[in-house]
Each structure stands twice: as C-alpha cells, then as structure tokens.
C-alpha cells in the first residue's frame, strides 16, 4: 500500500510518500491538502500519516533547522537503471559538499552523459535527502533545480554554514 501525507516546513510545503516501510517520494507541493488527498486516492494511496512518513518529517526538520547531516530512513526510489545509478551516486556526495554533473556522470561510468546526469537529476523523486541540489555546473554556476535556484542556494548555504561548524 502507498502512502503519503503533508507538511508545512520552513521551505514551503512537503509531501512524503512510503510504500512497503521505505520512503519513495519526498517532493516541495503547490496543491493543497484536499487536493491531495483526491490526487491520490486517484493513484491508489492513502493519505495518512505514518510512523515512517512522521520520522522522515522529523528528520526533514531537523535538516532544515541545521541540526542534521545524514538522514536514516530507508529509501526506495524508482527509476531507470541509470536513474538509479545517478541516485545513489548523489547519496554519497557528502554533506555541504558539491559536484558536477560532469563528475557524477563518471562516478556513474558514462563520462560523457551529463545531460542524462541532469534529466536524472531532475526526475530525482526524494528530494533532500537524495541531495540533488548538491550538483552544479563545471563552472561552479548554480543549474537548475526543482525547488527553484533561490532554494538550491539556501541549501548550499544551509549546508556550509553547518560544514563549518564542525571544523
């Protein structure tokens, strides 16, 4: 059974889903609450909160206020095999660190796939904690992102300020 339910954060609005005890989409929503219970009981989930949805909240929060590094939950996205492979090669980009999508195309052994890098990136359906926002041009420049350039800045920033911290 899929699930999913919604928060207000300090970034906007939330929606986290889970299907069998793993976490499957977290993504920023426009819609609102009624809208998305009709949506997806359409696409047969049940809108309900659950101890793994409250946990991946909580820790969501926690992330957000920059008291978290690393998240815990189990994660189960779905996608290409590349999508996969693209996914997990952002997972180990560590905390207030970057990379170019030149660089995660060869940690993904297809050097010369930085556009599939990108569309990857983009169809990335657990944002935060598969930190997309932690990939930027070659040149250093901040590309795309699904939340909007101001919020993959805010990130970034949220993320070295918390680097630092530690030093």
């Given at each position: 059974m899929?699930t ?7 970034i906007g609005?939330?929606?986290i889903?889970?299907e069998?005890q793993a ?6 929503i426009?819609?609102?609450?009624d ?5 997806y ?7 309900q909160?659950?101890?793994?949805i409250k946990?991946?909240a909580n ?12 998240f815990?939950v ?7 095999e590349f999508?996969e492979k ?7 980009i560590?905390y207030?660190?970057t990379?170019s ?11 010369k796939?930085?556009r599939?890098?990108?569309m990857a990136?983009h169809?990335n359906p657990?944002m ?5 926002h932690?990939?930027?041009?070659a040149?250093g420049?901040l590309v795309?992102y699904g939340g909007?350039?101001?919020l993959?800045q805010?990130l970034?920033?949220l993320e070295?300020?918390?680097?630092k911290?530690?030093e």
């Open positions: 899929k999913v339910y919604s928060y207000k954060t300090s609005e939330i929606q889903a889970e069998n976490i499957i989409k977290v993504a920023l426009q819609e609102t609450a809208d998305l219970r009709q949506k009981s359409l696409e047969k989930y049940v809108y909160e659950t101890e793994l946990e991946t820790q969501l929060m926690e992330y957000f206020r920059g008291e978290r590094k690393e815990s189990k994660l189960n996205p779905e996608g290409t999508q693209v996914w997990h090669a952002l997972y180990k560590p207030g660190e990379r999508y030149k660089q995660i195309a060869e940690a993904v052994g297809s050097p796939a930085m599939a890098v990108g990136n169809n657990i935060f904690i598969i930190p997309c932690r990939v930027i041009g040149n420049s795309g909007g350039l101001k993959k805010y970034l920033d070295k300020k918390g680097k911290k530690d």
